[in-house]
């Protein structure tokens, strides 16, 4: 809950206080059958990964990067993976940057997403109740061993539509409700843990009632 908290805070300072006035970037924007519109973002691994920490048995990425990042000693007691990231369009051009909050609970995983777009605004997602874990178990059943470095190719949807729920927006994106899923596509895992591919948010924007 405390993280939600202050994704949410994040989300509110960013609809209130204009820092600055950056120009505005182009959507790649698609229409909808129900009326709504599409909308994929992308984070390139690892080149996009600006940083992470997590608790000691999160997974894969819990290893803190850069070195020396730590997550307060209060955020501990459960598994917990806090990161941040470049986010692409479709087109492949950086748009703006991410926060994915992941934490697990009874064998169940919750995410997190804050997007935040310059000159656009601020989108927030979260999905829960899918299988903790999902990307690490995938890879595993390749044969993949910790410390070592492997190469393959592995498709994981983590948040589907009936799960993953757009929660809030500021700017463009306020009043919009909607749907999203997120698929991991991994290429490779580097001798360090580093995953290599590709994340894909795929987003389905309706105007709220």
Known sequence: MGVLLGIAAVLAAARFVPWVDPPRLPSETTVVANGGRAEQFVIRLPADRIAGAGSSDAGLRAAAFPGGAE???ELLSRPLLVEQ????????????????????????AAIAWLIV????GALMLTSAGERARAV???????????G?????????????PETGRIRAGSAEFEGLDGHFTETWNVTGVGAAGELKGTIELDTVMLRGT
Request: charged share 25%; proline share 4%.
């Open 71 to 73: 997550l307060p000693d």
């Open 148 to 160: 070592e470095a492997w190469t393959g190719d592995v498709t994981v949807r983590v948040a589907e």
């Open 136 to 146: 690490d178990r995938a890879i595993g059943a390749t044969g993949y061993r910790a």
């Open 117 to 120: 777009i310059p000159s656009r």
């Open 85 to 108: 990231y470049k986010v692409r369009n479709r087109a492949g051009q950086v748009v703006g940057i991410a926060a994915r909050h992941w934490t697990e609970a009874a064998g169940d």
